[in-house]
C-alpha cells in the first residue's frame, strides 16, 4: 500500500522503501537540472531515465498500478519461433535514445518500446519505456543488446503524438 500505517510492523520495511525510490527520484531530478543547465543533452537523457525508473519502482512498491501482471516471463511464447520478431542485428545496430525497439531477450521479449536512456557506466544497459498496457507504460532497465530496433514502418511513439497548440 502507498499509504502505510504505523500500527502493522511489516510497513515500516515499506516505508523505508518508498523513501528511498522518493530519494533516488529528487536526486535524479536535480541531475536533471544540472544537465540542462549545462546543455548536456545524453546526461539529462540518462537522468530523466533515473526519474522514470524510480517513480516506476515507487508505483510498484506502493501498489498504485492499476493491474497486477502475474506473467512471469514472455520468451516461453517464443520458443521455436524466433522469426516472430522482425528486428535489426542488436549488435550491428545497436538502439539508441529515441528508437523504437523491440525486446529480443529476457523475460519480457516481445514486449515493444522506446529506448529513453543509455548508461555511460559501461554496463552496456539501456532505460527503456515500454508501450502502454493497460493505461500504464513501465520502464525496464534491460542489457542494450536485449533492445532491438524494429523494422518496417511504425507508429510515432505515443508521446510525439501530443497535438499541439496552434499559435
Known amino acids: 500500500s502507498a499509504f502505510p500505517s504505523e500500527e ?10 518508498l523513501r528511498y525510490e522518493v530519494g533516488r527520484f529528487f536526486a535524479s531530478l536535480e541531475r536533471l537540472r544540472r544537465a540542462t543547465g549545462r546543455q548536456n543533452l545524453d546526461e539529462a537523457y540518462v537522468a530523466y531515465s533515473d526519474m522514470s525508473l524510480h517513480l516506476d519502482r515507487y508505483m510498484h512498491v506502493g501498489g498504485l498500478y492499476t493491474y ?36 529480443i531477450k529476457g523475460p519480457d521479449m516481445g ?7 543509455l548508461y555511460p557506466d559501461g554496463t552496456n544497459n539501456c532505460v527503456v519505456k515500454l508501450d502502454k498496457y493497460k493505461g500504464m507504460r513501465e520502464i525496464r532497465v534491460v542489457p542494450q543488446n536485449w533492445a532491438a530496433k ?12 501530443i497535438p499541439r497548440k496552434k499559435a
Open 150 to 161: 524494429r523494422l518496417g514502418e511504425q507508429d510515432p511513439d505515443e508521446a510525439f503524438l
Open 68 to 103: 497486477y501482471d502475474d506473467m512471469i516471463s514472455t520468451e516461453e511464447y517464443f520458443k521455436g519461433n524466433r522469426d516472430a520478431l522482425v528486428h535489426a542485428d542488436p549488435l550491428k545496430d545497436p538502439a539508441l535514445v529515441r528508437d523504437l525497439i523491440v525486446l
Open 111 to 117: 514486449k515493444t518500446g522506446i529506448v529513453i536512456g
Open 8 to 17: 502493522i510492523p511489516s510497513d515500516k520495511g515499506l516505508r523505508v522503501a
